[in-house]
């Protein structure tokens, strides 16, 4: 992975108070990977100038153990938004549930099947799963194969999140799952062949909250941390996850990313941090419908940042085609910086009902010397469908769009600072200095007034 241009300060994510399960804020080595940027510090991005409490929230449910039906309060920043911040509860069952401890690979690959001594558990059951290390033989480690009811998930806790850390991979093809408070590591992690940390299969009605998926930037191939892959995988949250360091950062590794989505419905990523993968931060691609198509995907509040290594590497990547179209995606409050190529990229024209609003990006395009690298890239002609982006904030050396060929989006009423911003698809520029509070400590809170109501903090 390259240096960044600027040393940013990650997010602040703490334990609460005497519960010994919080999360390893990022970059201070443990359980969330070494190697990352310096922890943020209460005046730092996480904090906010307002430093309002983050809300609930989470399609998946109620509340629960180490947020495992949804919620995830941070400690966000102007009006209570949470982007990339939160607190892990501490590793506990909901109430109600029937708990059932874990402290075995072996256990562990049992209960998620449904098989051995757990095959007569039912909805409403809580493996809390014991803190260790854990590995296996096996091809997957956990593949949930026997799932809860809309009313009664079954729900797997980790009693701490960087104290239960599994050195392998999951599958999901049942319904109605809880899946919380753990570290998934891939560093040293040997297999041949592409493969994702988490596959989601034909799997409805999923959560999967404040997790840590991290790695050593030479594992993983022709996948993600986490992918969905046919149509059947419908209502996922993935919600207050670290997901860092998929893939081979160095060379090779140009199919590698945080956040593969290649099909599937109703999916929504809240409040997550998605950094420093070897390829994309998020690829949304259909192979022409080879997975199939995608509906309705919401990326939310998140940040989005040190992803890529090479050119056409970014943030995000819209690439839908022919026979696998995307019909709604909505890409709103996300900080997305420090990019390799650019921060949103258009590579195939099958969309429809795309907006990109109230999103703050900042120096993407600065890893490449491109004449092409851009805060929102095009391919080609006929590489980008409809679109609608709008009351963004840009901050960059590199250009606003690197040139809009035919796009059949308008690129309207958006501050824009630094870049070029050129093109017959801009319109309605609002060229003023946002004055982000310290974007080299990664604190994007914007302090113009005339920047009101544009960029991620605002309402």
């Known amino acids: 992975m390259r240096a960044a241009v600027f040393t940013f300060v990650g997010v602040l994510v703490t334990a609460c108070s005497g519960d010994g399960g919080g999360i390893t804020p990022p970059g201070s080595g443990g359980a969330a990977g070494s190697g990352g940027n310096a922890t943020g510090g209460s005046a730092g991005a996480s904090g906010g100038a307002a430093g309002a409490s983050g809300g609930t929230g989470g399609a998946a449910g109620s509340g629960g153990a180490g947020g495992a039906a949804g919620s995830s309060g941070g400690t966000g920043g102007a009006g209570g938004l949470a982007i990339g911040e939160w607190t892990d509860a501490p ?34 059951t809580c493996y809390l799963i014991k803190n260790g290390n854990y590995t296996s033989s096996a091809n997957v480690l956990m593949l949930f194969s026997r799932g809860g009811s809309a009313s009664q998930p079954i729900y797997f806790v980790g009693e701490s999140r960087d104290g239960v850390v599994i050195h392998h991979r999951a599958t999901f093809s049942a319904d109605h799952l809880r899946l919380a408070n753990m570290t998934f590591d891939l560093t040293g992690y040997s297999k041949s062949g ?3 940390t988490i596959t989601i299969g034909a799997a409805s009605d999923l959560a999967l909250s404040h997790l840590t998926l991290t790695g050593d930037c030479a594992t993983g191939a022709s996948g993600g941390h986490i992918s969905t892959e046919q149509d059947g995988a419908k209502n996922i949250l993935i919600e207050a996850c670290l997901i860092e360091k998929f893939g081979h950062c160095s060379s090779g590794g140009h199919l590698d990313h945080g956040v593969y989505l290649s099909a599937g419905s109703d999916i929504t990523l809240r409040n997550n941090v998605i950094r420093e993968n070897s390829s994309r931060g998020i690829q949304l691609y259909t192979a022409d419908g080879s997975f199939g198509s995608l509906k309705n995907v919401t990326i939310e509040q998140n940040r989005i940042y040190g992803n890529g290594h090479a050119d056409y590497e970014d943030g995000i990547v819209i690439n839908v085609s022919g026979a696998g179209p995307l019909a709604g995606l909505a890409v709103s409050h996300n900080l997305i910086y420090d990019n390799y190529y650019s921060g949103i990229r258009f590579a195939g024209p099958a969309t429809s009902g795309v907006t990109i609003d109230k999103n703050t990006f900042f120096e993407n395009g600065s890893g490449s010397s491109s004449a092409s690298r851009s805060e929102i890239n095009v391919d080609g002609a006929g590489a ?10 840009l901050v960059s050396s590199a250009k606003l769009v690197n040139d809009c060929y035919d796009a059949a989006f308008s690129i309207d009423d958006n ?32 302090q113009s007034p005339a920047a009101d109501g544009y960029g991620a903090y605002a309402p």
């Open 91 to 124: 590793g506990a069952c909901p109430s109600g549930t029937t708990e059932v401890p874990l402290s075995t690979a072996q256990q562990i690959a049992d209960a998620s099947r449904g098989e051995g001594a757990y095959s007569g558990d039912g909805p409403g």
């Open 194 to 196: 592409s493969f994702n």
């Open 384 to 393: 980008a469908g409809p679109a609608t982006i709008s009351k963004n904030i």
């Open 415 to 446: 501050v824009v600072f630094g870049a070029g911003a050129s093109g017959s698809c801009v319109s309605s520029v609002v060229s003023i200095d946002p004055k982000l509070v310290a974007p080299q400590s990664a604190d994007f809170h914007a």
